[in-house]
């Protein structure tokens, strides 16, 4: 099979994760290249362009859209321009890879999702997790029984936010703890599970000047007695973990969100035949720059023609838990998504 070209991207905006983690990243891809930059700072265009060796840098996102050899374009901006600027770039024929959340809403993920079939382009919610080959092997555990039948996921994912000049504490913007990180627990919960919860309830503890929520519990019912207990901190020391508990065993993975590109990443399989941990089993799984596979798998599916492998439906499906869930702080009461 002849392998698939590399697709021409175009980056509208030069914010942090994008400096630090999906610019960096395309320089492993083997179907991506980086060939535009756009930021409202031309001259910041033109630094972040010099600095990763990317031949045209814009000073206004649309004239980067109006660049026709550009195919594909990924959006790291503030929460609350994911939607606009997702649906001008479909308007202007690119595939969408977008940051997380793509929306702050079902409705919009789902006017996203019409713009997408409207304009035949792919769109994507940029949840790298599952293309790390250490996701990749939890999922090939549980699905052949090595922990018996999976009934409980409990995830924690902090970390520490000054409220200096930063978009994730304004509430225009779209910030906030859940909307910022609380999507991961359900993406992995999701995938495990094979399914969406059927209703869902949050406990949050609100900043008191910003009013973003800063610390969020969260449980979710997917029924049949299987259960995600996540929690989620802007405001804590940072830390994060994924145990999935079965019938026959559990699994902790240590890294489960940011592992290092350049660091293995351990996997611990217990059978609990006791509590001292006497059958743990340690698995090393390699490195892996888990942006650049995610680059890798969306180009291949674009030169390919076909949809991705988790496409704008799975972004629709997790707004909708996190509207059930801000819907929860209001009512108290268990949502349904």
């Known amino acids: 099979m002849t392998s698939p070209r590399a697709i ?23 179907h991506a290249q980086a060939v535009a930059i ?8 033109r630094a972040v362009a010099a600095q990763f060796g990317i031949a045209h840098a814009y000073g206004s996102y649309d004239d980067l859209l109006a ?10 901006l503030a929460n ?8 001008r770039a479909l308007e202007a024929g690119k595939h ?6 793509i929306a702050l809403s079902a409705e919009q993920a789902q006017a996203i999702a019409a713009a997408s079939r409207r304009c035949a382009r792919q769109v994507a919610e940029a949840y790298m997790i599952r293309f790390h080959p250490q996701w990749q092997r939890v999922r090939a555990l549980v699905v052949s029984g090595r922990l018996g039948e999976i009934h409980a996921l409990h995830s924690w994912f902090a970390y520490d936010n000054p409220p200096e000049a930063n978009l994730r504490n304004s509430l225009a913007h779209g910030g906030g703890g859940l909307y910022d990180i609380g999507g991961y627990a359900l993406v992995v919960a999701r ?11 949050g406990l949050f503890e609100r900043d008191p000047i910003y009013r973003v929520d800063r610390f969020t519990s969260a449980m979710a019912d997917f029924s049949a007695g299987r259960q995600l207990v996540f929690g989620v901190s802007a405001g804590l020391a940072r830390a ?27 996997l611990l399989i217990d059978d609990c035949r006791d509590l001292y941990g006497s059958g743990v089993e340690a698995e090393t799984v390699p490195a892996a720059d888990q942006y650049a596979l995610q680059l890798d798998a969306f180009s291949e599916a674009i030169a390919q023609g076909r949809a991705p492998s988790f496409g704008i439906d799975d972004a629709v499906a997790n707004a909708r838990c ?13 949502e349904s998504p």
């Open 191 to 201: 995938w495990l599970f094979g399914s969406s919860p059927q209703r869902v309830i």
């Open 322 to 334: 996190l509207d059930a869930l801000f819907r929860s702080e209001r009512s108290g009461c268990w």
């Open 96 to 101: 969408v890879l977008c940051e997380k959340p």
């Open 8 to 30: 021409r991207w175009g980056v509208l905006g030069a914010a942090r994760i994008a400096i630090r983690s999906v610019l960096p990243a395309f320089a492993s891809t083997r």
């Open 240 to 266: 994060q973990s994924v145990v999935v508990y079965g019938t026959r065993g559990r699994l902790m993975v240590e890294t489960p969100f940011n592992p290092a590109a350049d660091r293995p990443t351990r």
């Open 67 to 76: 660049n026709a050899s550009i195919e594909a374009v990924y959006i790291p």
């Open 80 to 87: 609350d321009l994911h939607l606009p600027w997702t649906l």
């Open 38 to 45: 756009a930021a409202r700072d031309p001259e910041r265009a």
